[in-house]
């Protein structure tokens, strides 16, 4: 495709329940990153890849947080245990090198309830 | 670490006013800067950015910004907006490649609602 996908756009889950985020990159980029974006405040990071390697995850905000990306091209960002202050959207973002652009995704707002 | 302070929640102004979107930054390294637009339900998407050169900084939608590093700051500016431009705005920073920053994720502020009065 011709920029970032993200699925599903739009999730709704119970709190205990545990979801996933998927992140479609653009073709070639190998590097992605992932944010959140709580009501009213900017994206924060959360954790990067170069390629299938997962550099940075300082930011992700307890280990009920996990992502992946086995073969170097989509993402997915699991969420087990789901709690109310998990509410917020979820931008991915790629770029063709850590050091260029990154384009973002729609996000996917989730909200638990 | 780095961080963003964007002086402004919501700024409103009239169609065809100018208008000046403030933010300062912080950080121990350098950095390069970038503005960016979301409009609801969307993505980012970038207006402009610094990387070096000139401080004056052109970018999509008729948006300058112009970086002084003296005073941190990377405000943003358009000589005259249009209901189109209402949007959320955000300032953002990212560490040079080979700062030794060993991270290269971007740094947001809190974001500026922009609404155009018509």
């Known amino acids: 495709g011709a920029g970032v996908s993200q699925s599903p756009r739009y999730k709704v889950a119970k709190r205990g329940q545990d979801v996933a985020l998927r992140c479609d990159p653009i073709?070639?980029?190998?590097?992605l990153f992932w944010y959140q974006q709580a009501l009213g405040q900017g994206p924060e990071f959360l954790t990067y890849?170069?390629?299938?390697?997962?550099?940075?995850k300082s930011g992700l905000p307890s280990d009920r947080f996990f992502a992946e990306r086995p073969e170097g091209s989509v993402s997915t960002l699991k969420i087990q245990r789901t709690q109310q202050e998990d509410s917020a959207v979820y931008l991915c973002a790629s770029s063709a090198t850590l050091y260029y652009e990154q384009y973002f995704g729609p996000g996917t707002r989730l909200t638990v309830t | 670490a780095q961080s963003v302070t964007q002086l402004d929640s919501q700024v409103p102004v009239f169609e065809e006013a100018p208008v000046e979107l403030r933010c300062n930054y912080s950080?121990?390294?350098?950095?390069?800067l970038f503005w960016y637009v979301q409009y609801p339900n969307q993505g980012l998407q970038l207006l402009l950015k610094y990387l070096s050169g000139s401080t004056l900084v052109k970018g999509i939608n008729g948006f300058e910004a112009e970086f002084n590093k003296s005073q941190t700051s990377f405000h943003l500016r358009k000589p005259s907006v249009h209901i189109s431009d209402t949007a959320e705005y955000f300032c953002a920073v990212r560490p040079f490649r080979g700062s030794g920053a060993g991270s290269y994720q971007l740094t947001f502020g809190k974001g500026t609602k922009l609404s155009v009065i018509p």
């Open positions: 950080s121990s390294v350098s950095v390069y």
């Open positions: 073709s070639g980029h190998v590097s």
């Open positions: 890849f170069q390629n299938e390697a997962q550099l940075d």
